[in-house]
């Protein structure tokens, strides 16, 4: 027996035969003798919506700009959750599953004040807990809990991945799994890299580098949530049939497992290739080199909004001068060199370069802390290509490094074989 | 400055542009200085699609019938009205009218745990108060309460009407105006006898007699409340201009106001002439006259949920055997002598007569309590156009007429006429 908690996102309750099929995921684990909390987003394209109501409700009521409460905005959204938690649960009591719906506000999940971008602060698992005792399955809204006000707050877009840690964490849950509409985590795009192969596992922290350096199975913050308190998380295919072989297995489901690198006995030195098209690059020339230069630079780009990936800056010949490289994706570069422009003065550079069609290319593995050498074998092996490197950056468990676009799906097939991640 | 509470229904908060022209009738009344808390319905069409989903999913759920949990139900078709309060509130914002969303469970208003179909228990309006005091409008999602179990509990079909009028109790208002698609009650319906007469004033008793007559305007629920709390409730258009001259009249609005009957100072002998079509009329001939009949014909056609409309007995001549008329929807009436059929030998009757294309015509006013002849007026105007009485009943406010469906606009107009309600 197990505690499992199972996260279905929208694509995965658009209708009431996809919320039919995902109630038969769940009575699975049930009919195993698991106890099982599920946390389900709204049906697909509900809260979108919702979010252009909310949006265009100011204009239509004759105001200039579209400001709304986010207090409201959050009432508004979370009703999303409220309809296919609801409706989950009729269907699992159809199938003869006992189960019942939780809101936010009943468990409850209690947030900080930041309505539309809600943390969460506390869970009380108690009361889902005894329910699991008596055979309930608890069907929660994801995305929502209560904020200090007794206010429906919403955790932002994807939430619903951290509504889920959050409760595994809570209950204590031996597993969380976030059914999806991939079946796992991949060492590489696989519509780049035919050969990428599905991984067993990944560890916490390159699942962050992956995440958020556009391998979009899992929200971060939910990842991030998952490291802090130890859940194992589990990405797998809301699509598979639900009682095919070895879905139920507890120990070796079909999907990729994110956990404690402690966990992974055998590991690899590298684990994944990931990548980002559409960067542009922008270098300053000779500026001078002291304390609050960077600030000046990048504040005022933070207040553009414009989001700064990739910063390089080597260290000035003569103590004076030096040279300061960032990416920025393609659509922001003019607005990133306008926001400079503005700068010149306070900065004191001496001239701007840009260039854009970049892609960046990295490399994740938590066993490079200890194995030397890798950056250099991927440096020859992209040479060996003609693959000219504009920039690197580097972590502890990643090497990143910037090219031209149209050389990206070679660079990452190209590293994806070169460190064997083609082999089983 | 008074206190005010304003509901709207569906079609008046159907998409934004009318969510706005709501909003606009509250301002109105804000910027007149009164304390307003608005009660909303769920936009046009939501709630039957939400019902509909929750009826679907246990068949698609492979259950053989559609039973589902109304605990769930309410917390899916709760969602309606969770969403139109949240905008109201934002487009009152926009207007620059400080205003807030409430959810049932927020107030709170507490509802007994009869789900799907319960009633309030309690409200407790100290908070709202509060809040009118620092000038904010309360935008309250109507039909909807929380239940002894934290669940949200709806209060069944037209619930909204109920909340207006608990919530003016509860706030003790000076006004609850149920904003609808008619602009008040009126003398008949206008469709029938194009004389009839928007009524300036009615008491809440005959309110319940016209409303559970068929004057569709009210849930019969609110105006019971309404009568035992003595809110004044007030009938009027929610598609009038809301800057019209007149509108914001504290005292004199377009539209009708139910109240005590203290209030109404002219007391009319008639005020209203209700009538249903569509009855039909079973007549069960040489019953045996004993205790114990009435309850076994009546027992079994409830348990049938066959809505049986007026009774009439007499008094049997030898105090053995009499006759007893009962009237049903035509719909019904094959399945009512079914069930009286099943129980020929414990009611013992001798025949069963029955006629469907009845209607049902009454008259109604609280006047008729101290004015004598007001029936024999009825009869004498119906024998002059040739209309046949098939039964009456009566009660202290109403006479009811059975006769042909044929003659049912007939004998409307005539009794409209007859009492002098075509004249202002």
Redesign the interface.
């Known amino acids: 027996m197990a505690r499992i908690v199972m996260k279905f996102g929208g694509t995965s309750v658009a209708d009431?035969?996809r919320?039919?099929n995902v109630?038969r995921h769940v009575k699975r684990e049930v009919d195993a003798g698991h106890e099982v909390a599920v946390v389900v987003s709204a049906m697909a394209g509900k809260t979108n919506e919702?979010v252009n109501?909310?949006q265009?409700?100011?204009k239509?009521?004759?105001?200039n700009a579209s400001?709304?409460?986010a207090?409201?905005?959050d009432?508004?959204v979370?009703?999303?959750e409220?309809?296919s938690?609801?409706?989950l649960?009729?269907?699992?009591?159809?199938?003869g599953v006992d189960a019942?719906?939780w809101?936010g506000?009943?468990i409850p999940i209690k947030t900080d004040n930041a309505h539309a971008a809600a943390r969460i602060v506390d869970i009380d698992g108690s009361e889902l807990i005894r329910r699991f005792g008596m055979g309930q399955v608890a069907v929660v809204a994801g995305f929502q809990g209560v904020g200090p006000d007794?206010?429906?707050a919403t955790l932002g877009r994807g939430g619903s991945d951290t509504s889920a840690v959050a409760i595994a964490a809570a209950v204590n849950a031996d597993r969380c799994d976030i059914y999806t509409d991939v079946d796992g985590v991949y060492t590489t795009d696989p519509r780049v890299e035919p050969k990428a192969r599905r991984m067993k596992k990944i560890a916490f922290e390159e699942m962050l580098e992956m995440a958020s350096l556009g391998a979009k199975v899992l929200q971060v913050r939910s990842v991030e949530l998952a490291m802090v308190h130890k859940v194992r998380t589990f990405v797998r295919s809301s699509f598979d049939d639900p009682d095919a072989p070895g879905m139920g297995d507890l120990l070796n489901p079909p999907g990729t497992l994110i956990c404690d690198e402690e966990e992974i006995v055998e590991q690899e030195v590298v684990t994944g290739i990931a990548y980002a098209k559409d960067e542009a690059q922008i270098s300053l020339r000779r500026l001078a080199d002291r304390p609050g230069v960077s600030a000046a630079i990048f504040g005022p780009l933070a207040d553009a909004h414009i989001n700064v990936d990739m910063i390089v800056q080597n260290i000035s010949e003569d103590g004076s001068r030096t040279d300061m490289t960032f990416t920025v994706p393609s659509g922001d570069a003019d607005k990133a060199l306008a926001v400079l422009e503005g700068q010149k003065q306070v900065v004191g550079y001496d001239v701007v370069q840009s260039e854009s069609g970049l892609a960046k290319v990295s490399v994740i593995g938590i066993g490079m802390r200890s194995h030397a050498g890798v950056a250099a074998t991927a440096f020859k092996a992209l040479a060996e290509k003609s693959i000219n490197i504009k920039a690197i950056t580097t972590s502890e468990i990643k090497i990143s490094i910037l090219i031209d676009g149209a050389y990206a799906e070679l660079a990452v097939r190209t590293l994806h074989s070169v460190y064997g991640l083609d082999k089983t």
């Open positions: 009431l035969d919320i039919h109630a919702l109501w909310v265009q409700m100011p239509v009521a004759g105001a400001f709304y409460d207090r409201e905005y009432t508004i979370a009703s999303g409220q309809v938690s609801g409706l649960a009729i269907a699992l009591q159809s199938m019942r719906s809101q506000w009943q007794n206010r429906v």
